[in-house]
């Protein structure tokens, strides 16, 4: 787990009741955090949750207004430096001089981080044919793809291999594609023993990615676990159901609603619904209710293609934990029947 | 999380790090001259990829230089070759104040495009990103000094000061540019807006240039305007300028007093650049 010559045995991160205020608005209220070295954490909420001022504050780019963060065993007012040394930071737009070369961008940071010409020139060329990105390296930043500048930005966060680094909102606005490149570098990065630290609004990237995932929201944390964890504590699963008529599920849906508790969901394909079934008094009728339902749906003449219990998605548990679904870019068509 | 695992996964398209992430060695942090001079390395490279942006810095003291001298040369000075022993310095300093918000736009940028956020998170000297910038800025000046007196010498301007005088207000008049970079430099850290910092630029330096004594000597000007162009830096720049460069120096009263504003424009917003720039928002 150390690496990368992390000295000392605390967590990478360490804050408790930080606060931020922007003018009347509480941008955070009271967060703590705690991340382990060499975990990949993952940080969830949709926009203005307060992820990006999270970041702000423990890479020491604001100060809080309440509140104490360590990173990496150091105070973030009071030695920021010492936090700057070791840590890197991949913004949310990537952050590029769009006028240098993808070459000279590197440069410009090996130099700020203090290696020499020559080590600078050596590791942008490393970096560069590792990214995939040595045939565009003369060309402007400015003319890149949205993946290729990610790939330069995260690239330009390894120049000096860091013991932690930021990532917000590495995949936002990209293609499947890209955003599974980029994913396979965090693991990669992650593997190498740098911590991680990641926010996003797509669940499933925190579900692919993170060991652990705290969820905000208005600027608190309102769960934090695993992904299993979470799902866990929003109910005993969800029921999902297919049906071979689509004109069939307002019918298909009032039963639902009218033999199970638990909110009735409409999915995007119109021949689907799901409910988010509230846990029983006793887990095991859990069955005996799903089974109760298929018969009524069948007494009504709905017929049915395929039935499957599983799981709330890490969508459901969000929707459960925070009242309101993640972030519109991955809300389907909901329609909360509670 | 062992390496090898994670590493060896057959990933279609996947871009190997193996080996890159390595345990490094911390570098020792940049220092503040090396940091300093890697920004100016960038500020440098800016102009080298978007050689437009000198669009203005040439086509200003080339364009009042011969309207002036050729449209009111005869009319204000007598004839057009003696105007120029007063116009060529002013436009000297006009073409260089007229280019200083230029630093603070390119600093107001960096702020909105997230790449300044990046720089502060790292481990240098505060100073160097404005320093760097600053040293971009000489550069421009420099390019703007060449063309007025090339032009100048061209249409006729001979320099009694000779090479040394001229070379004493080209740097006379680059140094009191340099305080107003600072200047924009700060404006630059509070409006955070590019094209805010141009307007502001041109609303702030345009009535000053034109109100000052560049053009024409303020004896004709109502008393209120004169008081003003008497105390205006602007004035005594160009008297400095003129001094150095026509070799008239007298008692030095012009340079001294350049030197006195530059210094004092410096000393308020330098520390002020600073202040803004580590402010943690």
């Known amino acids: 787990m150390s690496e990368n010559g992390v000295t000392g045995d605390g967590p990478a991160i360490e804050a408790r009741g930080l606060v931020k205020v922007y003018g009347e608005t509480r941008a955070l209220d009271g967060i703590d955090l705690t991340v382990r070295r060499g975990q990949v954490f993952g940080f969830l909420g949709p926009n203005g949750a307060g992820k990006t001022t999270t970041i702000r504050i423990l890479a020491t780019l604001a100060r809080p207004d309440g509140g104490t963060a360590r990173v990496l065993g150091f105070d973030v007012v009071s030695e920021r430096n010492a936090i700057r040394a070791r840590v890197a930071v991949t913004g949310q737009f990537a952050s590029l001089d769009d006028d240098l070369t993808g070459y000279e961008n590197l ?19 490393e970096l560069l044919a590792a990214f995939d990105l040595t045939g565009a390296a003369s060309r402007p930043v400015g003319g890149y793809s949205g993946g290729m500048r990610r790939r330069l930005d995260i690239g330009a966060s390894l120049i000096v291999t860091p013991d932690l680094l930021f990532l917000d ?5 990209m293609d499947p594609r890209s955003r599974s490149q980029v994913w396979e570098l965090v693991r990669q990065i992650a593997a190498a023993g740098t911590t991680v630290l990641l926010t996003t609004q797509y669940l499933e990237e925190a579900d692919q990615l993170a060991e ?97 219990l599983g799981q709330p998605s890490l969508h459901e548990a969000f929707l459960a934990l925070t009242g309101h679904p993640a972030s519109p870019a991955v809300t389907d068509h909901e329609d909360a029947n509670s | 999380m062992s390496t090898p695992t994670a590493t060896s996964r057959a990933v279609p398209e996947a871009h190997r790090l193996d080996g890159l992430l390595a345990p490094a060695r911390p570098p020792r942090r940049a220092g503040a001259l090396a940091a300093s001079a890697t920004f100016g390395w960038r500020a440098m490279l800016k102009i080298k990829h978007e050689p437009s942006q000198l669009t203005d810095v040439i086509a200003i003291p080339v364009v009042f230089t011969v309207l002036f001298t050729y449209i009111f040369g005869g009319a204000i000075g007598g004839t057009p070759g003696h105007y120029l022993k007063t116009l060529l310095p002013g436009t000297l300093v006009m073409g260089i104040t007229a280019c200083t918000m230029y630093g603070g736009a390119r600093l107001a940028q960096d702020v909105t495009t997230g790449v300044f956020d990046r720089f502060r998170a790292l481990p240098v000297w505060r100073g160097a990103l404005v320093l760097g910038g600053l ?14 007196v090339i032009l100048g010498v061209i249409i006729g301007y001979r320099p009694d000061g000779g090479a040394p005088g001229v070379i004493a207000a080209v740097a006379l008049v680059i140094a009191f540019g340099l305080s107003l970079s600072w200047l924009w430099a700060a404006v630059a850290l509070l409006v955070r807006a590019p094209a805010t910092v141009m307007s502001l630029g041109l609303a702030v330096l345009l009535p000053p240039t034109f109100a000052s004594n560049i053009f024409v000597q303020p004896r004709t000007m109502p008393g209120w305007l004169q008081a003003f162009v008497n105390v205006n830096p602007i004035s005594h720049v160009a008297d400095a300028a003129r001094d150095l460069m026509n070799n008239t120096g007298g008692t030095g009263g012009p340079v001294t007093w350049s030197l006195i504003a530059t210094a004092a424009i410096t000393l308020v917003f330098a520390p002020l650049t600073l202040h803004l720039y580590s402010k943690q928002g």
């Open chain 1, 107 to 125: 440069i410009v940071f090996g130099r700020l981080r203090g290696l020499s010409r020559a080590a600078s020139r050596r590791r942008a060329d």
């Open chain 1, 169 to 173: 909102e590495p995949t936002t606005g």
């Open chain 1, 212 to 308: 652990q995932i705290a969820v905000i929201d208005h600027g608190r944390i309102v769960a934090e676990g695993t992904s299993a964890q979470l799902k866990a504590r929003v109910g005993s699963g969800t029921l999902h159901v297919r049906l071979l008529d689509g004109e069939q599920r307002p019918r298909a849906r009032a039963v639902l609603a009218g033999t199970l508790e638990g909110p009735v969901r409409l999915g995007a394909d119109p021949l689907t619904l799901s409910v988010l079934l509230a846990t029983p008094a006793d887990p095991a009728d859990t069955g005996r209710l799903v089974g109760h339902a298929m018969t009524r749906l069948s007494d009504a003449r709905v017929a049915v293609a395929e039935v499957t």
């Open chain 2, 135 to 148: 040293l971009g800025d000489a550069g421009r000046y420099l390019l703007a000094a060449a063309i007025v």
